[in-house]
């Protein structure tokens, strides 16, 4: 009988998680905490270099990496999942956009954390196209635009930062802009449902001035990044994140409904077949979302023609199905459910976030219907 060996990245991660994360992720979330420790402990470990390219210094691994990652930091802290998701997704565009060498090896160092900064206060969850502006001036490139949000906003190192395009046709263009760019500015500190550690905050450019080697890929090209890049790393690792949520409400309510009592029936909770049916369909349903998600990335790994459709339906099955086992957590744990150290309602508020963050489940919905119909997606 064979074995397969657990590779290495996880073996350090289960060491950062038991000695930094797990601790933090109760006061991460209660005090809406940027979670600083995890991450640098993240980035000693190497683990902020796993997209990284070899020749730069970093792991050199890929999609399957990355949302096996962020699924077990998820079921600890789902900010800190957030954050190193939105790390690597940014991370995937500087490197396949051939970014500048110094930040490229920054990040493989573990010194240097970045982001996306996509989604726009003119065009809403539609992340792909921007309404803010890149012009020239004196030599330079000025942006200006309103961000809705971006992970970690004033506590990364630099932003993925989309535009129109400066001279050409075209839906966008990316830039690498330095967090510490003047004229940056972060009107209100994020204070949300859940993800409460993850500084997801409005953005503004007013005249921020950069260099033209800034741009990442072509101008114009932003649109194919994108789609090409940065959509399936994005898909499978908040659905990653959505799957880490449901296992950890899942196992957290089934050790609730086993060591409670009912006392005066000489009976525990998991006694009681209508709470053992609740645990069991919690149980299908994640297990359902976590096969979806293999699925997604063996389908884009072996470039399957249905590749981009698992893509599209990862994140939208995941979201939709963690906002189910959350409520059947909160359900089955009953009043102790709205008590902190019972835990669930923390994964409760967590799982809120990804059916709204862009791509939004509903968006993802049109999508999915337009591509089973053989209708172009866009357009």
């Known amino acids: 009988m064979t074995t397969t060996a657990v590779p290495s990245y996880l073996e350090k ?10 601790p933090s992720a109760m006061e991460v979330d209660e005090k809406g905490i940027f979670p600083r420790a995890g991450i640098e402990a993240l980035g000693k470990a190497g683990l902020l270099s796993l997209v990284s390219a070899k020749e730069v210094g970093g792991m050199g691994e890929a999609h399957r990496a990355a949302t096996l990652v962020v699924e077990r930091l998820a079921r600890e802290c789902a900010s800190t999942a957030m954050i190193v998701c939105m790390h690597y997704s940014g991370t995937a565009v500087i490197e396949s956009a051939n970014g500048p060498r110094d930040v490229r090896e920054a990040i493989a160092a573990g010194g240097h954390l970045t982001t996306l900064a996509f989604s726009e206060a003119g065009s809403r969850s539609h992340f792909w ?15 200006d635009a309103r961000k809705s949000w971006a992970t970690g906003a004033g506590q990364v190192n630099s932003y993925v930062w989309s535009s129109r395009p400066l001279n050409v046709e075209g839906a966008s263009t990316l830039w690498l802009v330095p967090a510490e760019a003047s004229g940056l500015r972060i009107p209100s500190p994020f204070n949300g449902l859940g993800l409460r550690g993850n500084y997801s905050s409005p953005v503004t450019a007013e005249k921020v001035m950069i260099s033209k080697e800034a741009m990442l890929g072509q101008d114009g090209g932003g649109f194919d990044i994108m789609m090409g890049t940065v959509l399936p790393y994005f898909q499978l690792m908040t659905a990653a994140i959505s799957t880490g949520i449901m296992e ?32 069991a369909r919690m149980c299908i349903k994640t297990d359902m979302a976590h096969a979806l998600l293999l699925d997604a990335l063996n389908a884009l790994e072996q470039n399957q023609p249905n590749a981009m459709l698992r893509v599209l339906e990862v994140k939208a099955a995941a979201g939709e199905a963690a906002t189910e086992v959350t409520d059947l957590a909160m359900r089955v744990c009953g009043g102790a459910a709205f008590r902190k150290e019972v835990g669930v309602e923390r994964h409760f508020r967590d799982a809120r976030a990804a059916t ?23 357009g």
């Open 13 to 22: 991660l289960e060491n950062v998680i038991a000695d930094v994360v797990a």
């Open 356 to 378: 709204v963050m862009a791509p939004t489940t509903d968006v993802l919905y049109d999508f999915i219907g337009k591509a089973v119909c053989g209708m172009p997606l866009f």
């Open 248 to 279: 950890a409400a899942t196992t957290k309510s089934a050790a609730h409904v086993s060591n409670t009592k009912l006392e005066h029936l000489s009976q525990a909770l998991q006694d009681l077949p209508t709470i053992r049916a609740y645990i």
């Open 129 to 143: 196209a921007p309404v803010s502006t890149a012009t020239r001036s004196n030599g330079h490139i000025q942006l």
